[in-house]
Nanobody, 119 residues
Framework: QVQPVESGGGLVQAGGSLILSCAASGSISDFNVMGWYRQAPGKQRELVATITSSGTRNYADSVKGRFTISRDNAKNMVFLQMNGLKAEDTAVYFC?????????????WGQGTQVTVSS
């Protein structure tokens, strides 16, 4: 089992910045992918950014140039630096760990943290 726990959400004005953090505990595979997804009211959950344990990053087009994902492998943590926030970034942000264990790959999700951007 892997348990991701998010922190760092909140209320910010448009144009502002926030940093989200996620700490994952449990049986994390040497190769894994950690990332952030978000879900706005009435919409489907969507990818924001992912980063592999070897450092390969992937971003949604809507956040490229504004958000930066990073990780600390020693602490099994992933971070999302969000700059230039817009009202449309308002959503619940979920931390995800894609684990490649002996039984195959499996997704683990955090509880989510609310990010609200006021315009």
């Amino acid at each position: 089992q892997v348990q991701p726990v998010e922190s760092g959400g909140g209320l910010v004005q448009a144009g502002g910045s926030l940093i989200l953090s996620c700490a994952a505990s449990g049986s994390i595979s040497d190769f894994n992918v950690m990332g952030w997804y978000r879900q706005a009211p009435g919409k489907q959950r969507e990818l924001v950014a992912t980063i592999t344990s070897s450092g390969t990053r992937n971003y949604a087009d809507s956040v490229k140039g504004r958000f930066t994902i990073s990780r600390d492998n020693a602490k099994n943590m992933v971070f999302l630096q969000m700059n230039g926030l817009k009202a449309e970034d308002t959503a619940v942000y979920f931390c995800n760990v894609l684990n490649f264990g002996w039984s195959g790959k499996r997704d683990y999700w955090g509880q989510g943290t609310q990010v609200t951007v006021s315009s």
